[in-house]
């Protein structure tokens, strides 16, 4: 997919830091990583994340997307009850930003900014239905219809995660909890584990896939997409449950699309604040 030659400004929202990148031509030009006081109060952090903005900004910038582990309100661009900063219940970041940059600004959760990068700048590019799937400490996911992210009236669209599954949620086995709630052992522990080679952990491993193929039965029925790209740090031990997780999804009752659907995992280190960044071409397409 070509992109415009506009310079755009992504900004990944995490806990304790934000990342910020001046996108241009699919490429971040300049990057900045700045630390953010996580339990300051909502102005302060406000100061932080904008002073970090100012770092990257120049005028040939023509929009600004923001990326936050949160629920938000994507037509007014307020952010709710962000993780990992309790000062944050409802900020509106759009506001602020557009107000300090004269610019415009989209802003929507991490995983739907995870899928819309992987359909701008990613596997995703191919493809017009496809949904992204953040396996990481939960089940995250954004859905690419026609070309255009879904997320629904209240940004609910694809929490899969949330799903009620055996005693109870999918995330609970098909993310980094299932290894500390089934086995008390962390998902690193068991990732080295296995890479050397530990029958017990590469059986872990085979459990999970199998909860994995149950995963991605429910998002194709749900869905029915082309492709559903991994990302995430569990994602990362994709060659250690691939082969459980397709196994399960023999079962899947429609044998043409389980023939055509594409699973891969994201290759892209800089996806989330490209996928913030391509919030401004997906509203573009409206």
């Not at 992504?10 to 001046?22: E, L, Q």
């Not at 997780?245 to 996806?271: A, C, G, N, W």
Request: charged share 25%.
């Amino acid at each position: 997919m070509a992109m415009a030659k506009e310079a755009i400004i992504g900004i990944d929202m995490g806990g304790t830091k934000v990342g910020i990148g001046r996108v241009e031509e699919g490429r971040i030009i300049r990057h900045v990583s700045a630390a953010v006081s996580a339990q300051g109060s909502e102005q302060q952090v406000v100061e932080e994340v904008v002073g970090a903005v100012e770092q990257v900004f120049d005028p040939a910038v023509a929009g600004i997307g923001v990326g936050v582990p949160s629920v938000v309100d994507v037509e007014k661009g307020i952010v709710y009850d962000v993780q990992n900063i309790p000062s944050w219940k409802e900020v509106p970041v759009k506001e602020i930003l557009e107000r300090r940059f004269g610019r415009p600004v989209y802003v929507n959760n991490d995983a739907n900014c995870f899928a819309v990068g992987e359909k701008y700048f990613g596997k995703g590019i191919r493809f017009r239905h496809l949904v992204g799937l953040i396996v990481g400490t939960g089940l995250g996911a954004g859905i690419i219809l026609n070309g255009r992210l879904y997320s629904g009236p209240n940004c609910g669209a694809g929490e899969f995660g949330m799903i009620l599954y055996k005693d109870s949620i999918l995330e609970h086995y098909s993310s980094g909890q299932y290894f500390t709630r089934s086995f008390g052992i962390r998902g690193e522990d068991v990732h080295s584990r296995a890479g050397r080679g530990d029958r017990e952990a590469l059986d872990i491993f085979e459990r999970f896939g199998a909860h994995m193929g149950d995963a991605l039965m429910i998002i194709m029925l749900a869905v029915d997409p082309e492709a559903i790209i991994l990302g995430g740090s569990v994602s990362r031990d994709f060659p250690f449950f691939e082969r459980a997780m397709r196994e399960r999804m023999k079962i899947f009752p429609y044998h043409k699309t389980l023939e055509r659907i594409v699973i891969e995992v994201s290759d892209q280190p800089q996806i989330a604040i490209l996928g913030a960044a391509a919030l401004y071409y997906d509203a573009r397409q409206g």
